[in-house]
């Protein structure tokens, strides 16, 4: 990859501020780890985004499209490859009635609180998690028993030929953490949702109420990427991570939370491997003591 190459002709489409060289991904997850990208790239429009990703084919250069960052490990040693970051230069909300549309860069809490201000009901669930509209319908996200597949009427999304397209949501495939959008590689641009009519008030204190159960149950003020694990069927990752023995454990500056076991936080200026190793670790321990494979809810990229 000529880096310097692909940066010009990126910057002939995109401003250069929103073109860096060789930026530190630990930057750019919530857990705070993560090697250098090549180059990362944050367009503002559907053709910038489209432009970026044709540029990247006719140079034989992959590329990767990430949102917040907070379901996300990316290894040491970093990116060989343009990070398509979809953020807050491309996160306009449009409220219309009932409906809102929204492009995928937005922040769930960002949106919850717009959507809260019209008196719409049924996204309370999502002021907490700490992630974007995109990656949130990708991996149909939920919580206090609510999820994206709820809300959502219709997603547009880029296909990997480079062809946008309007799917309903029951083309979606929603299904526990997944989405037809995460098993075909569409890219999520943009969302329409329906919501009722609620009072405001209610509403108001029903989003309290759910900010103040995840702040009790989730280490919120340390770096993390959120569940790390998936929910294996009839148990759950967290419990059989403290029953193992494994709360507090740590490798390097990663550490199994004391608050919810389900997360890895980064305690000291951890590295992605303390985190993976702490990772590999707990798995082996779960497996050993109750005989259960504990999958990564978390996505895990870069150089190994």
Same mark, same amino acid.
């Given at each position: 990859?000529?880096?310097?190459?692909? #940066?010009?002709?990126? $910057?002939?489409?995109?401003?250069?501020?929103?073109?860096? +060289?060789?930026?530190?991904?630990?930057?750019?997850?919530?857990?705070? /780890?993560?090697?250098?990208?090549?180059?990362?790239?944050?367009? @503002? $429009?559907?053709?910038?985004?489209?432009?970026?990703?044709?540029?990247?084919?006719?140079?034989?250069?992959?590329?990767?499209? *990430?949102?917040?960052?907070? =379901?996300?490990? /990316? %290894?040491?040693?970093?990116? @060989?490859?343009? !990070?398509?970051?979809?953020?807050?230069?491309?996160?306009?909300?449009?409220?219309?009635?009932?409906?809102?549309?929204?492009?995928?860069?937005? +922040?769930?809490?960002?949106?919850?609180?717009?959507? *809260? &201000?019209?008196?719409?009901?049924?996204?309370?669930?999502?002021?907490?998690?700490?992630?974007?509209?995109?990656?949130?319908?990708? *991996?149909?996200?939920?919580? #206090?028993?609510?999820?994206?597949?709820?809300?959502? %009427?219709?997603?547009?999304?880029?296909?990997?030929?480079?062809?946008?397209?309007?799917? +309903?949501?029951?083309?979606?495939?929603?299904? #526990?953490? $997944?989405?037809?959008?995460?098993?075909? =590689? #569409?890219?999520?641009?943009? !969302?329409?949702?329906?919501?009722?009519?609620?009072?405001?008030?209610?509403? /108001?204190?029903?989003?309290?109420?759910?900010?103040?159960?995840?702040? *009790?149950?989730?280490?919120?003020?340390?770096?993390?990427?959120?569940?790390?694990?998936? @929910?294996? /069927?009839?148990?759950?990752?967290?419990?059989?991570?403290?029953?193992?023995?494994?709360?507090?454990?740590?490798?390097?500056? &990663?550490?199994?939370?004391?608050?919810?076991?389900?997360?890895?936080?980064?305690?000291?200026?951890?590295?992605?491997?303390?985190?993976?190793?702490?990772?590999?670790?707990?798995?082996?321990?779960?497996?050993?003591?109750?005989?259960?494979?504990?999958?990564?809810?978390?996505?895990?990229?870069?150089?190994?």
């Amino acid at each position: 990859m000529d880096k310097i190459k692909i #940066y010009n002709k990126l $910057t002939e489409i995109i401003s250069k501020d929103a073109v860096l +060289l060789d930026e530190p991904m630990k930057n750019h997850t919530s857990i705070r /780890v993560g090697g250098t990208a090549d180059i990362m790239a944050t367009p @503002r $429009t559907i053709a910038e985004i489209q432009s970026t990703i044709k540029i990247c084919k006719e140079n034989n250069t992959p590329y990767f499209i *990430m949102g917040n960052g907070s =379901n996300l490990i /990316v %290894r040491d040693k970093g990116m @060989r490859c343009v !990070v398509i970051k979809l953020g807050d230069r491309f996160a306009n909300v449009d409220i219309d009635g009932n409906t809102v549309v929204a492009q995928a860069g937005v +922040l769930l809490s960002t949106l919850s609180e717009k959507i *809260m &201000a019209e008196n719409l009901t049924g996204f309370e669930f999502a002021n907490g998690i700490p992630g974007t509209l995109g990656g949130a319908v990708a *991996m149909n996200a939920g919580a #206090y028993g609510g999820e994206m597949q709820d809300v959502v %009427r219709s997603v547009k999304v880029l296909s990997p030929e480079g062809k946008t397209k309007n799917l +309903l949501s029951e083309e979606l495939e929603f299904g #526990y953490r $997944t989405s037809a959008i995460q098993t075909r =590689n #569409y890219i999520v641009l943009e !969302v329409e949702m329906e919501f009722e009519k609620g009072d405001y008030d209610k509403i /108001v204190a029903t989003t309290k109420e759910l900010i103040e159960k995840r702040t *009790m149950k989730q280490p919120l003020n340390l770096p993390s990427c959120g569940s790390v694990f998936k @929910r294996p /069927v009839g148990h759950f990752a967290g419990k059989l991570i403290e029953d193992s023995g494994l709360k507090g454990e740590k490798i390097g500056g &990663a550490q199994v939370s004391e608050l919810h076991c389900g997360f890895i936080v980064n305690i000291d200026n951890a590295t992605a491997n303390d985190v993976l190793d702490l990772i590999k670790l707990v798995q082996e321990t779960v497996k050993y003591k109750f005989g259960i494979q504990l999958e990564t809810e978390v996505k895990i990229i870069g150089e190994e």
